[in-house]
């Protein structure tokens, strides 16, 4: 009626096999768990900080240092979880910003520097793309200049267009 020590033990290695092969696979679900939640985070902060400004009617700053996990709102340091990497792209530089093809970039304020976005009272924004990763996993938020819509997004949309040679 019962089960032999010989079989117990065959079952106790399959299963520690199982753990061994499974568990590596955890843990990138993990950090894409991590990120995931995080930008979702940092969207909707974003999206609060272009309501502020709009509400306010003022220019709200957030200042970028790239490699590190942290930004700063107005002289305020905000941090990223830890082991998140941050990396800012400023609107027309990687195609960055190409919301409507053949309009001009805003030129940016004395106080924008190529390392800031800023959101504006009318509700648009100096645009960017921000890069956060987390070991292999990547996510990209994109801040439209025009309107200042914050969004998810893929990388390819990002990539310049090149048809035919360059003159």
């Known amino acids: 009626m019962g089960f032999t020590l010989l079989e117990l033990l065959v079952v106790l290695v399959l299963l520690g096999i199982i ?5 590596p696979g955890l843990g990138g679900s993990l950090d894409s768990a ?13 999206r609060v ?35 998140m990497n941050l ?20 030129a940016p304020l004395p106080d924008i520097g ?11 924004s100096s645009g960017a793309m921000l890069e956060l990763s987390l070991a292999e996993n990547v996510r990209y938020i994109h801040i439209a200049w025009l309107s200042g819509e914050v ?3 893929e ?4 990539a310049p267009i090149v048809e035919g040679p360059l003159p």
């Open 34 to 46: 991590k990120l995931k939640t995080q930008s979702r985070a940092l969207i909707a902060e974003l």
């Open 87 to 106: 990396v800012f792209h400023a609107a027309g530089a990687e195609g960055v910003g190409d919301d409507l093809p053949g309009l001009l970039l805003p």
């Open 19 to 23: 753990a061994v092969l499974v568990a």
């Open 151 to 153: 969004s998810l997004a």
């Open 114 to 124: 190529n390392q800031r976005l800023a959101f504006y009272p009318d509700g648009s």
């Open 155 to 158: 990388r390819r949309q990002f």
């Open 49 to 83: 900080l272009r309501g502020t400004a709009i509400t306010e009617g003022k220019i709200i700053t957030l200042s970028f240092v790239d490699g590190q996990s942290a930004y700063r709102v107005d002289g305020e340091s905000v941090r990223l979880e830890e082991g």
